[in-house]
Nanobody
Framework: QVQLVESGGGLVQAGGSLRLSCAASGRTFSRDAMAWFRQAPGKERDFVAAVSWNGATYYTGSLKGRFTISRDNGKNTVYLQMNSLKPEDTAVYYC?????????????????WGQGTQVTVSA
C-alpha cells in the first residue's frame, strides 16, 4: 500500500520556523518528483515547492528564499524547511509524488497524496 505521511506541522509565532517531513512507503519514490502543496480554508490547493528525482527544485515565486525543499532518497523522505513564517502561511500542507514528468506546478500530475499536516502561524 502506497502511503505518504506528513509530520512536523503545528502552531508557531510569526517569524518562527518549522520543518515538515513526508515519509513515503509502499513503493520506490527515488525516481518520482516530490512536492508540497498547501490549502488554506476556503481556498484552492496551491503549489508550494517541488524537487525532481535528480534534485532540481522549483518554488512558487513568493515563497522562494523562505522555504526550502529537499529529499533523502535513502530514507524515502522529502522535507520542507519553512523560515520567517507569516500568518498567511497558515494552511494544511500536503505532500505529493509524481512518478511521471510534467508541469510540477499543477496538482494533476501527482498520483499520490498524503493526508496533510496543519501549520498555524500566529501574529
Amino acid at each position: 500500500q502506497v502511503q505518504l505521511v506528513e509530520s512536523g506541522g503545528g502552531l508557531v509565532q510569526a517569524g518562527g520556523s518549522l520543518r515538515l517531513s513526508c515519509a513515503a512507503s509502499g513503493r520506490t519514490f527515488s525516481r518520482d518528483a516530490m512536492a508540497w502543496f498547501r490549502q488554506a480554508p476556503g481556498k484552492e490547493r496551491d503549489f508550494v515547492a517541488a524537487v525532481s528525482w535528480n534534485g532540481a527544485t522549483y518554488y512558487t515565486g513568493s515563497l522562494k528564499g523562505r522555504f526550502t525543499i529537499s529529499r533523502d532518497n535513502g530514507k524515502n523522505t522529502v522535507y520542507l524547511q519553512m523560515n520567517s513564517l507569516k500568518p498567511e502561511d497558515t494552511a494544511v500542507y500536503y505532500c505529493a509524488s509524481a512518478p511521471r514528468g510534467g508541469n510540477y506546478y499543477t496538482p494533476g500530475i501527482y498520483d499520490y497524496w498524503g493526508q496533510g499536516t496543519q501549520v498555524t502561524v500566529s501574529a
